[in-house]
């Protein structure tokens, strides 16, 4: 089956720099990634995604890349505010199915 | 803005004791998922729905867990008897995405948090 490994497990960034997340995945066959961000005690949000036929995708603060050669895609936020504080999930979907492997997160701290 | 409706959002028991879980996914949406999230792990699908018919339940421990949607709709998860270990969040996401089609993004509800005792 699939596997999404996630890095880093933790990220701290000053307020105004940016930040990069990395996810690597096993299954060649998978076509669909987003990217969740969770607050504390709710569930994940979908902030940003990306189909295996585009390589970058970009939503104001927030882009995405995806290297299908390598089987590894990024999140990007730039210019961090303290909002973007949270825990961040990537997410790989394979399958007839679209069977859906997460990350195992990244928890994000914006410093003021 | 339409969203998927978890009940209850917090659930004290027992272990040996038997919970109910309850989804109502946004209207029109033809796959649910039901997940259980460890504290600081990503969420792991127990159960996947397309409209009232199991396609993916290969990681719900069924001596203990079952799940239903019976008219295709809102779904249960349940969980009888509890242990400890069965201490989570468990959320459950819905989708569009209908048999064939690509799929769509997933939408998840506010999960239930499980304290076993």
Known sequence: ?112 | EAEVAQSPRYKITEKSQAVAFWCDPISGHATLYWYRQILGQGPELLVQFQDESVVDDSQLPKDRFSAERLKGVDSTLKIQPAELGDSAMYLCASSLAARGHIKETQYFGPGTRLLVL
């Not at chain 1, 066959?29 to 949000?45: D, I, V």
């Open chain 1, 1 to 112: 089956g699939e596997n999404v490994e996630q890095h880093p497990s933790t990220l701290s960034v000053q307020e105004g720099d940016s930040a990069v997340i990395k996810c690597t995945y096993s299954d060649s066959a998978s076509n669909y990634f987003p990217w969740y961000k969770q607050e504390l005690g709710k569930g994940p949000q979908l902030i940003i995604d990306i189909r295996s036929n585009v390589g970058e995708k970009k939503d104001q603060r927030i882009a995405v890349t995806l290297n299908k050669t390598a089987k590894h895609f990024s999140l990007h936020i730039t210019e961090t505010q303290p909002e973007d504080s949270a825990v961040y999930f990537c997410a790989a979907y394979s399958g007839g199915y679209q069977k859906v492997t997460f990350g195992t997160g990244t928890k994000l701290q914006v410093i003021p």
